[in-house]
């Protein structure tokens, strides 16, 4: 994301530079905060046991089930919590519910 | 042609927003603001302006109406005292740091408890610190023309910070006194068309505002709305000096009254002044080298200027119209004291808390003060620097 000055906002900007209030110029600008670092608990995707029934996909609070041509991919771990209600919403054991390790 | 009339410090300001005519006001009636938007409401009825009038259920719902119209584009004015003004205190900030232009009139009134509803400055004076510019304002005439200013100052491209208008309650709020009025026209072409930087209405550049922060970015944010609040320094000059040039009416950070070969000073907000300006009067014709500084703008507080008005005095006293609970003394005391640091020779330097609660404070309380100051010049020995006027032991 830019500012109105047309300067790539990122962990180098200095405060001269920074737009005003920290308004948001650009749609869809959440994708650029990773929250992944804040998990502690990691969902597992166990390909061999989906059947791509699709239900874990609309409860992710935070888009991180891609779904691409009615399949769900493998997790966004960039913006994935670790909240693990897609664990819960699976009906086949497809998500292995463990620890984050780091 | 000015106009000439009588009105009491909440019609004036009343009648400030009826000649701005703003897009938004959004307000929640506490004594003694209530009459501004009650005024005001008539405006509105009467449809002498094209205001939208947003009466909501407190002033925490104000301020934050206040907040997402002026988002929007809007210029937008609330008015509040005391407990209304605390209520907004998270709002405040907000307003504050999203640099939102809101200009609100605080008639300044004691905050509970016990319950009390006359003047002090506790409402305000807390509130020093949340990133909103204050003028402060000695009468009627002051209010009008500073909530004018307020409009072009927080407006300001390289300012962009909401402005306090502040005045007592009902020392000068409720009592009328002649006033000098600018013309509609004239009005209207002081403040201009609000052209905001950024606005949610605005169709061509889609923003949306208020967003969170992490440490990677919030410190930025914050050093950045520091330098705005510096800003408004210079502007608050440049905006005084136009103002002057359409009424002749002189105004600046502080007013130094007869500060010329003083020794001695006190320093005060809103309508003490005037009382104390009576009292200067008096000790000069009697020979004292006595003066006076009235502090008009509080935030940004102009602190060079104030240590170098104060530089040459050997007795200071400031006065502080709310406590702060520091145990060392009231806020405007601990400001000035520091402002004078700098110097090699600094001048003796104490604070009076008074008129807490609406206390009256005549021009023989005053003199008082200036008394003790005497005794400090002569004997070079401040005493008890954190004192109490006209309280009962």
């Not at chain 2, 006595?290 to 008005?309: S, T, W």
């Not at chain 2, 021009?363 to 004997?379: A, G, K, N, P, R």
Request: proline residues 4%.
């Amino acid at each position: 994301m830019k500012t109105k000055a047309g300067i790539e906002i990122n962990e180098q900007i200095g405060w001269k530079a920074i737009s005003p209030g920290g308004i948001v110029t650009e749609a869809g600008s959440a994708q650029h905060f990773k929250t992944g670092d804040w998990r502690t608990m990691r969902p597992v995707w166990l390909q061999e046991k989906c059947r791509q029934c699709l239900l874990c996909a609309p409860t992710c609070p935070d888009s991180s089930i891609p779904v691409v041509e009615r399949k769900r991919e493998k997790f966004d771990y960039d913006h994935c919590k670790g909240c693990g209600i897609c664990v819960k919403a699976c009906p086949f054991e497809a998500i292995e519910w463990t620890k984050e390790i780091k | 042609m000015a106009i000439r009339e009588r009105l009491s410090g909440n019609e004036a300001i009343a009648y400030a927003m009826k000649q701005i005519n703003p897009d938004v006001v959004a307000a929640f009636p506490i004594t003694p603001s209530t009459e501004i938007p009650q005024y005001f409401s008539q405006y509105v009825a009467d449809q002498a302006v094209d205001t939208g009038l947003i009466l909501v259920e407190s002033e925490h719902s104000a301020m934050s109406a206040c907040i997402g119209s002026q988002s929007a584009g809007a210029r937008t004015m609330t008015a509040t005292s005391s407990c209304g003004l605390a209520l907004m205190w998270e709002m405040l900030y907000v307003a504050a740091s999203n640099r939102l232009p809101v200009t609100m009139a605080v008639v300044n009134r004691a905050l509970s408890g016990p319950i009390n509803i006359h003047a002090d400055h506790s409402d305000s004076m807390g509130a020093r610190d949340a990133g909103w510019i204050q003028l402060y304002s000695e009468n009627n005439q002051e209010a009008y023309d500073n909530f004018i200013q307020a409009v072009r100052i927080g407006e300001h491209a390289q300012v962009q910070l909401p402005v306090m208008v502040c005045q007592d309650g009902f020392i000068t709020s409720h009592s009328i006194e002649n006033i000098e009025l600018m013309e509609d026209e004239v009005v209207k072409n002081f403040v201009g068309q609000y052209e905001p930087v950024t606005s949610l209405l605005n169709p061509h550049e889609a923003i949306a505002i208020g967003p969170y922060d992490s440490a990677a970015y919030y410190m930025e944010h914050k050093r950045q709305q520091a330098e705005a609040m510096k800003n408004a320094c210079q502007v608050a000059k440049e905006v005084a000096t136009d103002f002057e040039a359409l009424t002749g009416r002189r105004y600046d950070y502080f007013e130094a009254y007869r500060m010329e070969d003083t020794e001695t000073a006190i320093v005060v907000l809103n309508s003490t002044a005037g009382t104390a300006k009576s009292t200067v009067d008096t000790l000069r014709a009697a020979g004292k080298k006595v003066g006076l500084l009235k502090i008009r703008m509080f935030r940004p507080f102009p602190q060079e200027e104030i240590c170098q008005a104060l530089a040459h005095l050997k007795a200071v006293a400031v006065m502080d119209r709310s406590e702060g609970f520091s145990a060392a003394g009231g806020p405007v005391f601990a400001e000035v004291r520091s402002a004078l640091y700098p110097l090699e020779q600094r001048p003796q330097i104490i604070n009076y808390i008074y008129g807490l609660g609406g206390r009256d404070v005549t021009t023989q309380h005053i003199e008082m003060v200036y008394e003790s100051l005497f005794d400090i010049m002569e004997t070079n020995d401040p005493g008890e620097v954190y004192r109490y006027l006209s309280v009962r032991e």
